[in-house]
């Protein structure tokens, strides 16, 4: 099975990459195609690479320089507020300015190649609870978390669901340096938009409100030819997932950026291109 509902009805909103080989946006690693014009048939991104430390247990992410702790200490589960204090009174390897991360941060730890890991990057190898927190709040009561299933389906693979009392048991697996979040550059075209910091354009027709089925969209997407282009794909999750970006990554308050072209995708459901490999 593709672990893909066709019967299920949903938006439509098409992509094109304008140069692959140079993409802003990392590989979701889904090395399968199921259906022509899928992510595994594109495979579009760059590819991810870290490196691991097992002396101290640091895993260092080549992409984005972020450094994460991966040690047995590093699984254990921990309050909201415990898992703060956790991240920001350690210390190893002469560094000492630990936190915990933003949520598009723990999503950079996602390949969907990896489902005996139930999508986290195979060399963490101090899992722990499959829900680890984040530093980004919704607001003062509710703190966002990624959490890590065997599943096909995305909401599950990466849940953006809220923890409504800051008191679950969840892993802390904490993280330093930053790296550049590049602002969202949109040059609104006739029929689509042009993201230039992402090196991706999205169409903006009102075609894109028509509801179809995960096969119908891709192929929508396939037979498109607009502003003069016939490559148009429908997105994969983290093309998708790019639209939104997470500030601060100091431990303090987060401010969670949506891109204007938000302003644009009339509905809160839309597909991507992405499904689980196995």
Not at 97 to 120: G, H, K, Q, V
Not at 193 to 221: A, F, G
Not at 224 to 250: C, Q, R
């Amino acid at each position: 099975s593709d672990g893909v509902n066709s019967a299920t009805q949903s938006v439509t909103i098409t992509i094109v990459n304008l140069n692959a080989n140079t993409s802003a946006i990392a590989r979701t690693n889904q090395n399968n195609s199921y259906y022509n014009g899928d992510d595994g048939y594109y495979q579009s991104g760059y590819n991810q690479d870290f490196t691991r430390d097992s002396s101290t247990g640091i895993v260092t992410d080549n992409n984005t320089n972020l450094m994460w702790i991966d040690n047995s200490e590093s699984a254990l589960g921990r309050s909201y507020s415990d898992a703060h204090t956790y991240c920001s009174n350690l210390s190893i390897d002469g560094y000492n300015d630990w936190r915990l991360p933003e949520i598009d941060e723990l999503t950079n730890l996602i390949n969907f190649s990896n489902y005996s890991n139930s999508c986290l990057v195979s060399i963490f190898q101090n899992r722990g609870s499959s829900v680890w927190w984040s530093n980004t709040d919704e607001d003062t009561t509710r703190s966002y978390y990624v959490q890590f299933l065997s599943t096909v389906y995305i909401s599950s693979n990466v849940n953006y669901s809220q923890d409504l009392t800051k008191d679950r048991s969840w892993v802390a697996k904490c993280v330093r340096g930053s790296y550049a979040k590049s602002n969202h550059i949109l040059i609104d075209e006739d029929l689509y938009i042009n993201d230039t910091s992402l090196k991706l354009m999205w169409e903006k027709s009102t075609y894109t409100d028509i509801k179809r089925t995960w096969y119908e969209s891709i192929d929508y997407c396939e037979n498109l030819s607009l502003g003069g282009y016939s490559d148009w794909k429908l997105p994969n999750v983290f093309e998708f997932m790019a639209i939104v970006k997470v500030t601060g990554g100091d431990g303090g308050n987060s401010i969670i950026q949506k891109s204007p072209l938000l302003n644009y995708l009339k509905s809160s459901k839309h597909w991507t291109s992405t499904s689980h490999d196995k």
